[in-house]
Antibody, heavy 122, light 106 residues
């Protein structure tokens, strides 16, 4: 079955760039589906960051678009998130997730990673 | 920007029916999805495309969507259903989540 695993530094300094990787197992990213990043600040709700297709097409949250880059590396079966100029407000659990339908960007996310906590602090 | 509004909390007695609403402009013209999240766990998809249940989700979970409101209904609510619930929709090339509803079973 498809599994997703987030990885990356748990602590990032203010003004620096947060970088995370989502490794997909049990399915080849190059075969389809949309892949997303979602975050959740401590004690708060879910916030969508962005979504990428295996071809590289991207969709970003307008409120984060100027700071976000999502890319895909099909050779490693991974997709990644970069968030620049971070502040304490970017402290959150970051999840990667897979779309339920293979070719529908607007569909729900049916498989989620376990999440990784990222703290922004000096 | 598009917004989805949920009540912060809903309470229900065991065995009763819980209804959680999600409101947004012309939401009925979009597909709504629902996620369940228990403390310390990742969200789990419980309803997609308004009223469809993924494999493994109990039949007591159902959904509807019309007008400006989508509703998640849990029939015969069990203690294990106590969790946060989030609605989600897609609007103009981006994903929107509701603020979440804490369901308390007491």
């Amino acid at each position: 079955q498809v599994q997703l695993q987030e990885s990356g530094p748990g602590l990032v300094k203010p003004s620096e760039t947060l970088s995370l990787i989502c490794t997909v197992s049990g399915y080849s990213i190059s075969s389809g589906y949309y892949w997303g990043w979602i975050r959740q600040p401590p004690g708060k709700g879910l916030e969508w960051i962005g979504t990428i297709y295996h071809s590289g097409s991207t969709y970003y949250n307008p409120s984060l678009k100027s700071r976000v880059t999502i890319s895909v590396d099909t050779s490693k079966n991974q997709f990644s998130l970069k968030l620049s100029s971070v502040t304490a407000a970017d402290t959150a659990v970051y999840y990667c997730a897979k779309s339920r339908e293979m070719a529908s960007v607007s569909d729900a996310f049916d498989i989620w990673g376990q999440g990784t906590m990222v703290t922004v602090s000096s | 920007s598009y917004e989805l509004t949920q009540p912060p909390s809903v309470s229900v007695s065991p065995g009763q029916t819980a209804s959680i609403t999600c409101s947004g402009d012309r939401l009925g013209h979009k597909y709504a999805s629902w996620y369940q999240q228990k403390p310390g766990q990742s969200p789990v998809l419980v309803i997609y495309q308004d009223n469809k249940r993924p494999s493994g989700i109990p039949e007591r979970f159902s959904g509807s969507n019309s007008g400006n409101t989508a509703t998640l209904t849990i029939s015969g609510t069990q203690a294990m259903d106590e969790a946060d619930y989030y609605c989600q929709a897609w609007d103009s090339s981006y994903v929107v989540f509701g603020g979440g509803t804490k369901l308390t079973v007491l």
